[in-house]
């Protein structure tokens, strides 16, 4: 009983397999990453887009349009929030960077891109693809991110004024010690 459900599984994941390769629809997967580190207000913020088609057809007249930067937030700094392309092979995606600058800190809901296109080049309606959703991300305080992260060169400027009296003196001291005690130490040889 075993061995027949076991042939039956497998009769079923060949056939399967061979009704999905005869398909030749385009299947896209849609990917919205923000690569920053850190977040920072008056800061470029990098959006990267991928578009993966793991379908067996191309994908014809792609569309990629992200409405989650509203201008009362973000200036686009570079490149565009839409992006159209004619045609993505199978099995191949497509990569579109947008840079933007938030305007203010405080938490910020980044939400999906959405994507159209025509499964099958023939097809009269557009099929619909959302990208992954990078979820909520706080943008943090310019002066704050300077506090944590930049050189405090002026800081470690003053800290050398600050010690070099407590270092010179004593350095005078035993100079002037070692002086002198070499100077007696030259008048007793002779």
């Excluded at 992006?83 to 199978?90: E, K, L, S, Y």
């Excluded at 980044?110 to 499964?119: D, G, I, L, M, Q």
Aim: hydrophobic share 40%; net charge positive; glycine share 6%.
């Amino acid at each position: 009983m075993f061995k027949h459900l076991l042939v039956l599984c497998a009769l079923c994941a060949v056939f399967n397999v061979c009704l999905s390769e005869d398909e030749t629809r385009a299947r896209l997967l849609v990917s919205k990453q923000i690569l920053n580190k850190y977040l920072v207000e008056k800061s470029d913020l990098l959006v990267r887009y991928t578009i993966f088609n793991v379908g067996n057809g191309a994908a014809t007249k792609v569309q990629l349009t992200d409405s989650g930067f509203h201008p009362e937030a973000f200036d686009v700094v570079g490149g565009q929030p839409t992006a159209v392309v004619d045609r993505i092979a199978p099995q191949t995606n497509f990569t579109h960077v947008l840079v933007v600058r938030p305007k203010a800190f405080g938490y910020f809901n980044f939400t999906a891109a959405e994507v159209s296109y025509k499964p099958v080049e023939e097809a009269e309606t557009l099929q619909l693809a959302v990208s992954s959703e990078p979820g909520e991300g706080g943008i943090v305080n310019l002066n704050e991110y300077n506090k944590r992260f930049s050189t405090h060169f002026f800081d470690w400027v003053a800290f050398a004024v600050m010690t070099l009296p407590s270092l010179a003196i004593p350095l005078g001291l035993w100079h002037q010690s070692k002086s002198k005690y070499e100077r007696a130490g030259k008048n007793k040889k002779h």
